[in-house]
């Protein structure tokens, strides 16, 4: 992966903010998603499979809903630009990271 590929693959919020939650978290399924990022679950579907074509993100199914990692053939350099930017930018996740916190509640996620 080039560097002008990768930094394309994040110029977008919810793409960016959806790889850092991926970054310093379990594999989150994309109803957690929504609710880390309050948006609706066909945009963050379709900011996901951009994430896929990127092969930044890879999806496993798991009966109706589908969840979500880092790729495991990420270049070590792209790991570490998110997990440094996860780590020093905590304002910037702030409100995703709480309302993920309580997404252990949201009953389609069961």
């Known amino acids: 992966m ?7 693959c ?4 919810t793409r960016l903010k959806s790889l850092l939650l991926l970054t310093d978290c379990r594999p989150l399924c994309v109803c957690e998603l929504m ?4 948006l609706s679950q066909p945009k963050v579907s379709r900011h996901l499979a951009e994430l896929r074509d990127c092969d ?3 999806g496993e199914r798991r009966g109706r809903w589908v969840y979500y990692r880092l790729h495991p053939e990420l270049p070590d350099w792209s790991r570490q630009v998110l997990e440094g930017t996860a780590a020093a930018c905590t304002d910037y996740l702030v409100g995703a990271r709480e ?3 309580q997404s252990d509640s949201v009953p389609a996620c069961n």
């Open 2 to 8: 080039s560097p002008l590929a990768f930094y394309k």
């Open 35 to 38: 609710v880390a990022l309050d």
């Open 56 to 58: 930044l993100v890879e």
């Open 99 to 101: 309302r993920l916190a």
């Open 10 to 13: 994040l110029s977008d919020d």
